[in-house]
T-cell receptor, first 114, second 113 residues
């Protein structure tokens, strides 16, 4: 099925460790986004990429880096994980439905930093 | 800040229609109303969107008032699998240069047997 695939689904890190969350979409969309979701809060945009080769900061970019490897793939890296980065991370990509941009989300990556 | 107001929770009996309200009194002329839902621990799922006309698809119906200041999402025959948090979002035609949608806290719909 067409959509957005994220890996890993679960990860436990120790403070200071690094890791990369992977995201791939097979819908041939130009834009891709990374969100985080914390308990009781809505989704907050971390970084986005409007097209291959470009990335921009969202609402909460501190502590993260991203790479738009090609049109399909957009990765999120934590260089030195902190407990405050414990969250569920979602990758998403917008496509047109009836003239409006509609986001397709991945299943999420649940990260715990000890 | 979210531009929409939704009740924090609602209950619905299985098989009955679920009517989820949303107020968006500051909506501008080029902004669409989007509805998404998030089933526990899953990624948000697009349901429907509209500009000013009522819309229907295989999942739901969207009723937008004539002044566009409020809307109602209707799930005609709710099932237990419709238990989720439902988000009402307003955004302009292109979804902004970033395509970003601002997700508030939504309405937690509980469908009961």
């Amino acid at each position: 099925n067409a959509g957005v695939t994220q890996t890993p689904k679960f990860q436990v890190l120790k403070t200071g460790q690094s890791m990369t969350l992977q995201c791939a979409q097979d819908m041939n969309h130009n834009s891709m986004y990374w969100y985080r979701q914390d308990p009781g809060m809505g989704l907050r945009l971390i970084y986005y990429s409007a097209s291959e080769g470009t990335t921009d900061k969202g609402e909460v970019p501190n502590g993260y880096n991203v790479s738009r490897l090609n049109k399909r793939e957009f990765s999120l890296r934590l260089e030195s994980a902190a407990p405050s980065q414990t969250s569920v991370y979602f990758c998403a990509s917008p496509g047109r439905i009836s003239g409006a941009n509609v986001l397709t989300f991945g299943a999420g990556s649940r990260l715990t930093v000890l | 800040d979210a531009k929409t107001t939704q009740p924090p929770s609602m209950d619905c009996a299985e098989g009955r229609a679920a009517n989820l309200p949303c107020n968006h009194s500051t909506i501008s002329g080029n902004e669409y109303v989007y509805w998404y839902r998030q089933i526990h621990s899953q990624g948000p799922q697009y349901i429907i969107h509209g500009l000013k006309n009522n819309e229907t698809n295989e999942m739901a119906s969207l009723i937008i008032t004539e002044d566009r200041k409020s809307s109602t999402l209707i799930l005609p025959h709710a099932t237990l699998r419709d238990t989720a948090v439902y988000y009402c979002i307003v955004r302009d035609f292109y979804g902004g240069s970033q395509g970003n949608l601002i997700f508030g806290k939504g309405t937690k719909l509980s469908v009961k047997p």
